[in-house]
């Protein structure tokens, strides 16, 4: 089964960055999309980020990002130590939440869908807090 682990939340002030990390345990055949999603207090879950990994395929690498955190905001992955990142730089109050690794999808339809479908994921972290004061 595959397991993510979050890691790399924090408190910061406006204008500040953190680095997020989730290792992966493993890699399956549903290995298409893997990301980012946030949920703040009272609100529904929200895509963040996605990356496209499935080996071989013309779209590997390719990457998506809600409009808000677009220049702000990078995905990435390290294939030799299974670990996705998303690195964060000029955080807003805004972006507080509970962010969450996410990944596991059939692959169907595009990045953007699925940043707005996060059912579609089959496994999830336990989520990192990322708090950011004005």
């Known amino acids: 089964q595959v397991q993510l682990v979050e890691s790399g939340g924090g408190s910061v002030q406006a204008g500040g960055s953190l680095r997020l990390s989730c290792v992966v345990s493993k890699y399956t055949a549903?290995?298409?999309?893997?990301?980012?999603?946030?949920q703040a207090?009272?609100?529904d879950r929200e895509g963040v980020a996605l990356i496209y990994i499935r080996p071989g395929s013309s779209y590997y690498g390719n990457t998506y990002y809600a409009d808000s955190v677009k220049g702000r905001f990078t995905i990435s992955q390290d294939n030799a130590k299974n670990t996705l990142y998303l690195q964060m730089i000029n955080l807003q109050p805004e972006d507080t939440a509970m962010?969450?690794?996410a990944a596991e999808t059939p692959g169907t339809y595009g990045g953007d869908?699925?940043?707005?479908?996060?059912?579609?994921?089959?496994?999830?972290?336990?989520?990192t807090q990322v708090t950011v004061s004005s």
């Open 99 to 101: 962010y969450y690794c």
């Open 30 to 38: 549903n290995r298409n999309y893997i990301g980012w999603f946030r």
């Open 41 to 43: 207090a009272g609100q």
């Open 113 to 127: 869908w699925y940043l707005r479908h996060p059912g579609e994921f089959r496994r999830w972290g336990r989520g």
